[in-house]
Each structure stands twice: as structure tokens, then as C-alpha cells.
């Protein structure tokens, strides 16, 4: 363990705080875990012990292992007492609502009880971490640790410095979760990070597809699949997510980047929300996962489906290439969040220089020059590097 003795406090016993609170635990950490509702903190540790249960029938670790991991999660009840109980942690990671208001009255609290070195993570996906930090009287000690659902299992950490971050803390919690056994990517400030700016297209162009009446979801989905090897495809992956949770990001990500219609949300995404369908945990979203609902079949067409595969492609690939142009990351650190973050089969760059930088512009071209539309334009990068025979990694 990179620090022996550090004890850490997750606020927000959700979905995502208590696995960071089992992940923080698991790397030898006392943690103490606390919630706005009373009752959460119980419901995560037996959800908690659950999990662990399961590794130990998987004999991933032993009972005795369990049982000491579980017992360095201490429940420090509701967060209406104040925040006193956390003047002991040196980090302090947040995963509350999803709200700006939400998390600076949060950290702004915090900071005056925490000790001078201790840091603030948050855990946001999709707010500005300077936004949060710039509340704060100590922004220096506010970073972005963005984890990926469910912490225990997904091998990704972003980790966000902001524009105000001391660059002797994002180099210390760096390595702290590297020592978690996590592989970390340290991306820029901006929306979405690295994995939730260039997924973008992987549900836009699948809806807009979808939308111009070119495929159903069932074979698009399978043209990803099957054809593209992706694990889920793009409408099963968002009635997985929730569509009211996949719609928020994208207007998220669409607003903050100043209505560039590269990201502009589906109206029929839109709809579904505004019904309910909003997808697995509702019973229905682009599928009915009602009791003996019909089963929607793809006509496996391999010319349409290398169609639509090829043109989700070329616009995930743009993205990453625009994304290395605007120095949200590395190549090396945008392929490995795409990979390890989402389960990619491969990463974007990568992909990139199999097919043919040039086969991905030419595609871009032909799209933008059929549309007329802006959300096609080629990335400069891409076409620099065409126009000088470069390749990534080269
Ligand atoms: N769910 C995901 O896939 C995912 C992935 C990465 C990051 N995130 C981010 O993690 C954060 C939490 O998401 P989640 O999915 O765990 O949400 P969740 O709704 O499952 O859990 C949030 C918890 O925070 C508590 N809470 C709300 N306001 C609070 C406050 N002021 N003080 C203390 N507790 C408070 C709620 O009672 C709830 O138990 C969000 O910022 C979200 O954007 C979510």
C-alpha cells in the first residue's frame, strides 16, 4: 500500500460510494462511509458483504479476508451531525447526487474540518472539477477521482487535476490508486473527461442511424456486436445504463461544450425518457423486458451492418483523435480508458491505424459532404496527420 495509515472517507453511499468504500478497504484502508439518508450506510455495508460473499464463493479471497475488509468500513451515519468525523482522513472522496450546488456545500463544509493536508476527491462525471474546487478556500487540494460502475470491478480511474490543483497531489493520488490496484489515466478538466466524451458517438450516430429509419435497434445492436466485437451493443448498453442516465450526459456534455452539435441529444432518446422507457430497471426502453414480450430479431445483413459499424467507428475514432488534438489525454491514456473504462475491444488509436487513417477521413468526408452538417467535420489532427503519413504510437 502506497500509504500506510491513511484513512479515507467516501460520502454518499450509493451506487459508486460504496464501491469505493469496498475498493478503499480492500487496499488495507480504514474507511469511514456516510450518507444525507438515514439507513444507507446499513443497506451499502450488507450490500457490501454481499459482494464479498461472492468473491469468497469464487475463492477470489478468503472469509477471513472478507471479514476484515468489511470491518475497516465504519459507518459514520448521517452527514446531518456535521462533518466532524472526517477531521481523521487524509482523503476524502464525495459520490453525492449529481449536483453542483450538492457537492461545494459539501467540500466547502468539509474543508473546515479536514486536516491542512488532507485532499478532496470527487467523484462527478459530469460537473467541472473547477467548478466544485472553486467554492473551496483551498481549491489546490480538490481533485477529480472519477470512478467507473461498479468500482470493485471496473479497472479505470480518471484522475482530473483542475486548473487550481497542486500538481504534488495529483501525483500523490495518482499513485495512491495505482496502489488500489486501478490503472489510471489522468485526463484535462473538460466535459466528459476522456471515457464519457469520446463514447459520445457510440450512442449518437446509433440513434441517428436509427432515427433515418437505416436499421432497428436489434440490428444495430448486432452489427456492433457481431461485427465490431463490442460486448454490448450500443441500445442494450444504454437500456443498461438508463436512458434518463445516458440522456442527462449527453446534455451534459452538449451544453458544455457550448452546443457543439457534434454532441446535440436524440429527440428520440428525449421521448423515451419522457415516457418511462427508461430502459432494464423500468421493464422497458428500446426493448420490453416485460414478461413475455415479443423478442426483437436482427436481419443479419452483412452489408448493412459493416455499414453502420464502419460509420459509428469513424465517428469514435474522430472523437479520439480530437480529444489527443485538444490535450484531454495521451494516445497511450485514451486508448487504455476506452479499453479498461468501457470494454472497448480495442482502442480507438489503435483501431485507427488498422484501418487506414486515411479510410477513417475519407468516410468523415463522405458523411459530412452527404449531411452538410457540422457533426461530421474531420478532425484537424486527423487530416494533418493524412496529410503527413503519420500514424499513432508510430
Ligand atoms: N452510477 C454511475 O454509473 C456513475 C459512474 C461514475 C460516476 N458517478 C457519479 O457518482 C456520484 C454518485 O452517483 P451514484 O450513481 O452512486 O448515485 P446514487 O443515487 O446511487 O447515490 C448517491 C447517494 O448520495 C446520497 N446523497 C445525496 N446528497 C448527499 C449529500 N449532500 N451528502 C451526503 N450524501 C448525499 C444519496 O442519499 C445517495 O445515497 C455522482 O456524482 C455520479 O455522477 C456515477
Known amino acids: 500500500m502506497a500509504e500506510r495509515g491513511l484513512q479515507v472517507g467516501v460520502i454518499g453511499a450509493g451506487a459508486m460510494g460504496r464501491g469505493i468504500a469496498q475498493v478503499a478497504a480492500s487496499a488495507g484502508h480504514s474507511v469511514l462511509l456516510a450518507d444525507a439518508t438515514a439507513g444507507v450506510v446499513t443497506q451499502a455495508r450488507a450490500s457490501i458483504e454481499k459482494t464479498l460473499s461472492r468473491n469468497v464463493e469464487k475463492q477470489r479471497r478468503t472469509q477471513a479476508e472478507a471479514d476484515e475488509v468489511l470491518a475497516r468500513i465504519v459507518d459514520a451515519g448521517d452527514v446531518s451531525r456535521g462533518y466532524d468525523v472526517f477531521r481523521s482522513c487524509g482523503l476524502v472522496i464525495e459520490a453525492v447526487v449529481e449536483r453542483l450546488d450538492a457537492k461545494q456545500a459539501l467540500f466547502t463544509a468539509l474543508e473546515k474540518v479536514i486536516a491542512p493536508d488532507a485532499v478532496l476527491g470527487t467523484n462527478t462525471s459530469s460537473l467541472s472539477v473547477a467548478a466544485i474546487a472553486g467554492t473551496c478556500a483551498n481549491p489546490e487540494r480538490v481533485i477529480g477521482i472519477h470512478f467507473f460502475n461498479p468500482a470493485p470491478v471496473m479497472p479505470l480511474v480518471e484522475i482530473i487535476p483542475a486548473i487550481t490543483t497542486d500538481r504534488g497531489v495529483s501525483e500523490r493520488i495518482t499513485s495512491l490508486v495505482a496502489s488500489w490496484g486501478k490503472t489510471t489515466v489522468v485526463a484535462t478538466d473538460t466535459p466528459g473527461f476522456i471515457v464519457n466524451r469520446v463514447a459520445r458517438p457510440f450512442y449518437g450516430e446509433s440513434l441517428r442511424q436509427l432515427e433515418e429509419g437505416i436499421a432497428d435497434v436489434a440490428t444495430i445492436d448486432w452489427a456492433m456486436r457481431e461485427l465490431g466485437g463490442f460486448r454490448m451493443g450500443p441500445f442494450e448498453l444504454m437500456d443498461f445504463i438508463g436512458n434518463d442516465v445516458n440522456y442527462a450526459v449527453t446534455r451534459s456534455v452538449f451544453e458544455a461544450f457550448f452546443y457543439d452539435p457534434r454532441y446535440k441529444p436524440s429527440l428520440t432518446q428525449r421521448r423515451l425518457v419522457e415516457s418511462g422507457f427508461l430502459g432494464k430497471k423500468a421493464g422497458r426502453g428500446y426493448y420490453d423486458y416485460r414478461e413475455g414480450a415479443p ?100
Do not use: C, H
Open 295 to 394: 423478442v426483437r430479431e436482427a436481419k443479419q445483413d452483412a452489408a448493412i451492418g459493416q455499414a453502420i459499424f464502419d460509420r459509428i467507428l469513424a465517428m469514435l475514432i474522430n472523437e479520439a483523435v480530437d480529444a489527443v488534438l485538444m490535450g484531454v489525454a495521451s494516445p497511450g491514456d485514451i486508448d487504455l480508458a476506452m479499453t479498461k473504462g468501457v470494454n472497448y475491444p480495442k482502442g480507438l488509436l489503435a483501431w485507427a491505424n488498422e484501418i487506414g487513417l486515411s479510410t477513417v477521413l475519407a468516410r468523415l468526408e463522405a458523411l459530412q459532404a452527404e449531411y452538410g452538417e457540422d457533426r461530421y467535420r474531420p478532425s484537424p489532427l486527423l487530416r494533418r496527420m493524412v496529410r503527413d503519413g503519420r500514424q499513432f504510437f508510430a
